[in-house]
């Protein structure tokens, strides 16, 4: 193929977004470059990929790129962002170049949604790997089966995480595009719930003549919009009756959930490797894409059985006297879903630990996170991940613990990230879980405590 950009610089690639990118621009045969502020395993995988990775920004990273892209969490006056601009190189933001991206393909699968993005991508492009279809996948987090965030195929559909924020999945024109759920999110980026709504519905109405729109009819946001789409729609649900695709007799134990799945009055039994209420909602999000794309139901069901699930999602470290479990869940709504998960499949002793992410979200969402955390039998808060916001001392996890203490909450208390792998040691016993949940980078401590107790 002849290329007119060559080479491509990207700022902040150790985000996970980031660097699924580089590497599928890697295997695209482009000279592939970054820079990120701090060293990492994702930086290192890359590094061993043979892509060259600064550790902090300078001007003199992007000497020769032709073409900058960025992630949402670099500021304006990064000096990398400056220097390109200076010199005229050609500068893209993450959700433009996903865009661009997708022009390689034929057809772009697009998942959308508050919740459950980036699982249910997953889900699709494994079954559609194992319907031999090779699809080109870009997601948010690492799928256990691949061991990558991103993959190139050969095949015609790329499949794709569309992200919200920024409202950057309007920079996609997708084939097939499924929206999850609503919830107010990001309120940085939207006014109101109004407001997010109506970029949801920009986004379905983005979807070409001959394209499909999948959307879940059991969130209320979701369904006040469906009125106001005009494409082909397909919906799923579990309360919600009146759907195309349903789901009916869940049951959850120790980790693994199954369920009917009902399609054009046909039952097949699905029988998933990961828990929750929330993931049923996923399995059917992928199996609506499938049904679009007129794969064979039976055999979808036969993939979903075999995934294993995302790295940072309901991910088990240790599983022997003391269970140890990590989850990226940040939003009240997460944390909720999470917390019922592990309590419909097992009868232990919960302990969360939560790290708040980012201020604006903590002031606007502390009473509702104090809530979703009330049915863990011991919650631990930390500081808050302050991630791309600067420190607001105004706000700190105290407004989580006081709301919990004001709704009678025995055992709730602050933990200091440095005294969280302390802490654990010191006060679980045998039969114990310990549940870490945040964007930010708590999952360390829970790396951590997976390899103590798994030695």
Not at 205 to 216: E, R
Not at 295 to 321: H, M, P, T, Y
Request: glycine share 6%; with cysteine.
């Amino acid at each position: 193929m002849l290329y007119s950009v060559k080479k491509v610089h990207l700022i902040g690639i150790g985000g996970i977004g980031m660097s699924g990118i580089a590497e599928l621009l890697k295997n695209k045969e482009f000279l592939v470059s970054g820079s990120d502020i701090v060293d990492s395993p994702i930086v290192q995988r890359l590094i061993n990929l043979g892509i060259n990775v600064s550790i902090g920004h300078s001007k003199e990273n992007i000497s020769d790129a032709q073409l900058v892209i960025y992630s949402d969490a670099i500021p304006k006056n990064n000096v990398e962002l400056i220097e390109a601009y200076s010199k005229d190189i050609l500068v893209y933001s993450r959700a433009k170049m996903i865009s661009e991206i997708a022009k390689l393909n034929n057809s772009t699968v697009a998942i959308a949604g508050t919740h459950g993005k980036t699982t249910t991508t997953s889900m699709v492009g494994t079954i559609l790997k194992s319907m031999n279809l090779d699809p080109t996948i870009i997601v948010g987090g690492v799928i256990k089966s691949l061991e990558s965030n991103s993959i190139l195929g050969a095949g015609d559909t790329l499949v794709v995480e569309a992200d919200e924020y920024n409202k950057s999945l309007l920079h996609l024109s997708p084939t097939i595009a499924v929206i999850n759920n609503i919830d107010f999110e990001h309120i940085e980026c939207y006014k109101d719930i109004d407001d997010l709504k109506d970029t949801f519905l920009q986004f379905a109405n983005s979807v070409p003549f001959y394209g499909t729109v999948c959307v879940c009819k059991d969130s209320k946001n979701v369904e006040s919009i469906i009125p106001k789409i005009d494409k082909r729609l397909v919906t799923y649900g579990i309360e919600n009756q009146n759907v195309d695709i349903n789901a009916e007799n869940l049951n959850q134990k120790d980790g693994s959930t199954s369920f009917d799945l009902i399609v054009k009055n046909q039952k097949f039994l699905v029988n998933l490797l990961v828990p929750g209420k929330y993931n049923v909602y996923n399995a059917l999000a992928a199996i609506s894409v499938c049904e679009t794309m007129g794969i064979d139901i039976e055999s979808a069901c036969k993939a979903l059985g075999g995934f294993s699930g995302v790295k940072r999602r309901f991910d088990i470290k240790a599983n022997k006297d003391i269970m140890i479990v990590d989850d990226y869940a940040h939003h009240p709504v997460e944390v909720q879903n999470v917390i019922e998960a592990v309590k419909n499949n097992w009868k232990n002793n919960l302990n969360v630990i939560f790290q708040p992410h980012l201020f604006s979200r903590t002031k606007e969402f502390y009473k509702d996170f104090a809530k979703a955390l009330m049915n863990a039998d011991n919650v631990m808060i930390t500081d808050i991940f302050a991630s791309r916001e600067k420190d607001d001392h105004s706000i700190n996890s105290n407004l989580i613990i006081d709301e919990m203490l004001k709704l009678n909450h025995k055992n709730v208390s602050y933990v200091s990230s440095e005294e969280i792998v302390k802490k654990v040691k010191s006060i679980g016993v045998k039969g114990d879980i310990f549940l870490t949940m945040g964007a930010g980078n708590i999952w360390r401590y829970a790396e951590e405590l997976g390899k103590h107790y798994n030695d």
